[in-house]
């Protein structure tokens, strides 16, 4: 059974970090590029970051480059978003999803999708 699941979302400051986590299960990851996505309350699922099945190719909503830090672990089946100075409009669902494509950065790229976890940026 295909799964995806995330975590390391919670509660954090501004200005704070948090490093979620999405393994997979069921498949293996290096035949997949990974996406993450997020959705804030009210608001549409948009596009975070992504890495390449191939060669690692990476890309960052233009929100949060130079913050955000996407890098995966193939032996453990696992990819990695480091989120530093995080702000409360980071606040959001974050969910992982994979496709067979070398690369994808819309929704409609992806196959598997995961539960998603709540980040929540807050004094």
């Known amino acids: 059974q295909v799964q995806l699941v995330e975590s390391g979302g919670g509660l954090v400051q501004p200005g704070g970090s948090l490093r979620l986590s999405c393994a997979a299960s069921?498949?293996?990851?290096?035949?997949?590029?990974i996406g993450w996505f997020r959705q804030a309350p009210g608001k549409e699922r948009e596009g975070v970051s992504c890495?390449?099945?191939?060669?690692?190719?990476?890309y960052y909503a233009h929100s949060v480059k130079g913050r955000f830090t996407i890098s995966r672990d193939n032996a453990k089946n696992t990819v990695y978003l480091q989120m530093n100075s995080l702000q409360p409009g980071n606040t959001a669902v974050y969910y992982c999803?994979?496709?067979?494509?070398?690369?994808?950065?819309?929704?409609?790229?992806?196959?598997?999708w995961g539960q998603g976890t709540q980040v929540t940026v807050s004094s």
């Open positions: 999803a994979a496709t067979r494509l070398r690369f994808g950065v819309t929704e409609r790229e992806y196959d598997y």
């Open positions: 069921g498949f293996t990851l290096d035949y997949y590029a």
């Open positions: 890495i390449a099945s191939s060669d690692g190719s990476t």
